[in-house]
């Protein structure tokens, strides 16, 4: 099974919809990242999350929101979906004491319409 | 903030020819440089990285060099294979909170 699992794979929504995108993983790692990705723009991180209790706004935060409900989950919202969120998404972890290695998982393709 | 370039966005090399992907960075403080490796359909997985107080790493195929005066780094993979072909990312970040700064990405085809 992988280590950082990411649900919905795929999601097509309508313009002014709330949607919700879900990580959960099984490496025992405390700090969580969400990031996006454009094509030619590499990846950009939206928030990331040290700890239950510790919630952070990365470079792209406006139009986002997040919950970490447990260590092992994160979730990023979109409160009211717009076209120009049509991207990749994908979910990060990392230990803190470990190597500073980030794994991520799968992605997740939304449209928004 | 931290600024990363890469460069090439495309590149095209011969199966057993090496390649070379350049990134530069803008925080003089950015201690920590990974490279991703992304194939079609996964997520980036990491495969190497250099921190600032060393010069040169190397693991198989793959080094990677840094010039901390100059603010550049390069992936370096020789005697490529055509399981090399996939997108490649660079990435700095400044001290313990490990927020990376990715760069635009690669898309490195080793043509049989």
């Known amino acids: 099974d992988a280590d950082v699992t990411q649900t919905p794979r795929n999601r097509i929504t309508k313009t002014g919809k709330r949607i919700m995108l879900e990580c959960s993983q099984t490496k025992g790692h405390d700090r969580m990242y969400w990031y996006r990705q454009d094509p030619g723009l590499g990846l950009r991180l939206i928030y990331y999350?040290?700890?239950?209790?510790?919630?952070n706004k990365g470079e792209i935060s406006d139009g986002y929101s997040v919950s970490r409900q447990a260590q092992a989950k994160f979730s990023l919202s979109l409160e009211s979906a717009i076209p120009n969120q049509t991207a990749l998404y994908f979910c990060a972890t990392s230990d803190r004491g470990g190597t500073d290695t980030q794994y991520f998982g799968p992605g997740t393709r939304l449209t928004v319409l | 903030g931290e600024n990363v370039e890469q460069h090439p966005s495309t590149l095209s090399v011969q199966e057993g020819d090496s390649a070379v992907i350049k990134c530069t960075y803008s925080?003089?403080?950015?201690?920590?440089f990974p490279w991703y490796k992304q194939e079609l359909g996964k997520g980036p997985q990491l495969i190497i990285d250099i921190r600032s107080n060393v010069g040169e790493k190397k693991d198989q195929r793959i080094a990677v060099t840094l010039n901390k005066t100059a603010k550049h780094f390069s992936l370096h993979i020789t005697e490529t294979q055509p399981e090399d072909s996939a997108v490649y990312f660079c990435?700095?970040?400044?001290?313990?909170?490990?927020?990376?700064?990715f760069g635009s990405g690669t898309q490195l085809t080793v043509l049989p």
């Open positions: 925080d003089s403080a950015s201690n920590y």
């Open positions: 999350s040290f700890d239950v209790k510790d919630i």
């Open positions: 990435a700095a970040s400044i001290g313990s909170a490990r927020q990376l700064t």
